[in-house]
């Protein structure tokens, strides 16, 4: 499979720099995984936004999802689709307050039906801690640690298998998780600073630590906040994991 980064900038998005999302490719099939500000941009200059096959949402923090508004304009009045286009519903697979969270991101009041409710678009589906397939993609979600319902996925599509971290604080959901995987896509918003808040994100060093421990192929590190030395991030990550490490960057392609 292929994992395009479409933004990796945490919680803020920067010059150049979206806010969380990425692209799965495989066999043709196209699912995107968390739409955070100014990711939509990014997808245009990798696959067209109407032909993306599904979509998973980690949590709902505006840096995650908040282009979902976007791509629901995109697909309800899109030229092609007004002229008669038939879309598929998109399948979203996502926290148990998606429907609500996103009409209410996408329209400030219930003027109109579609307004508060964007099922004409989307097909919401709720995550569980059950697997799912979609295409060639088969789906773990994983409940982490974060101040609102959260996810992180475990994908395994052509024999090759992906974690993703989410957002998330340490917890051992975190290890089942990664267990084995090729790459392990963790998140690393800060330094191991002693003053920074509990219960929300990883450090460098808990990245690494958790690379080592599940025996992870490949370390992508992302969501490093924008006032985070990305660079420190790295080298605490080096301190923990002897393996391959990378902080990704907007635009990068890795074959899993
Ligand atoms: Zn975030
Ligand atoms: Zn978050």
Redesign the pocket.
């Given at each position: 499979m292929r994992l395009t980064i479409l933004g990796c900038s945490g919680s803020v998005p920067c010059p150049d720099k979206p806010a969380s999302g990425y692209l799965l490719e495989a066999s043709g099939f196209r699912l995107l995984m968390d739409l955070g500000n100014g990711t939509l941009a990014e997808l245009q200059r990798h696959a067209d936004p109407l032909e993306v096959d599904a979509m998973l949402l980690s949590?709902l923090?505006a840096?995650?999802c908040a282009d979902v508004t976007a791509l629901t304009v995109l697909r309800r009045f899109h030229p092609s689709v007004l002229g008669g286009r038939a879309l598929p519903r998109l399948p979203l697979h996502g926290p148990s307050e998606s429907a609500t969270r996103l009409a209410r991101a996408y329209a400030p009041d219930a003027v109109e039906l579609a307004d508060t409710d964007l099922a004409d678009v989307f097909d919401f589906r709720p995550l569980s801690g059950e697997a799912f397939q979609l295409g060639p993609f088969e789906v773990l979600p994983v409940p982490v640690v974060?101040p609102c319902e959260?996810y992180g996925f475990r994908i395994t599509a052509e024999g090759r298998t992906l974690a993703f971290t989410g957002?998330t604080a340490v917890t051992d959901e975190l290890d089942r998780l990664a267990d084995g995987v090729d790459v392990l896509l963790a998140e690393a918003s800060w330094t191991h600073d002693l003053t920074r808040p509990a219960g929300m994100h990883l450090s460098g060093v808990e990245a690494g630590a958790l690379a080592a421990r599940t025996g992870a192929g490949k370390l992508l590190l992302t969501h490093v906040l924008p006032w985070t030395d990305g660079d420190a991030v790295l080298a605490e990550a080096h301190t923990t994991f002897n393996g391959d490490t990378r902080l990704v960057e907007v635009g990068d392609e890795y074959e899993i």
């Open positions: 949590h923090h840096d995650h974060h959260a957002d």
